[in-house]
Nanobody, 123 residues
């Protein structure tokens, strides 16, 4: 599986962005999908995840109520809608695929990773 993240950019605090992650392969609908981020000098951290059947979603406490993860299996794409952005959301955002389909919160549970897209939130 190859993953291509896009949609990052520069936005003012309070603004919104929608990230997309397009996946190759026929089995996308069976994968759990997650978003992680890494800010300069910090470790990669979990942001959001969704199970293969969309029944389960998980969010980091820092983004609950502001971010929403969704997927469109017909388009092999997962999205991260980010609203009310804060400067502390600035990071490179990565999408990842989990073969178990669960939408895990731990990076170690993911099998495939995209290249990342930069999100910068100015104050």
């Amino acid at each position: 599986v190859q993953l291509q993240a896009s949609g990052g950019g520069l936005v003012q605090a309070g603004g919104s962005l929608r990230l997309s992650c397009a996946a190759s392969g026929r089995t996308f609908s069976l994968y759990g999908m997650g978003w992680f981020r890494q800010a300069p000098g910090k470790e990669r951290e979990f942001v959001a995840a969704i199970s293969w059947d969309t029944r389960n979603t998980n969010y980091a406490d820092s983004v609950k109520g502001r971010f929403a993860i969704s997927r469109e299996n017909a388009k092999n794409t997962v999205y991260l809608q980010m609203n009310s952005l804060k400067p502390e959301d600035t990071a490179v955002y990565y999408c990842a695929a989990d073969r178990l389909g669960l939408g895990a919160t731990q990076a170690s549970e993911y099998d495939y990773w995209g290249q990342g897209t930069q999100v910068t939130v100015s104050s």
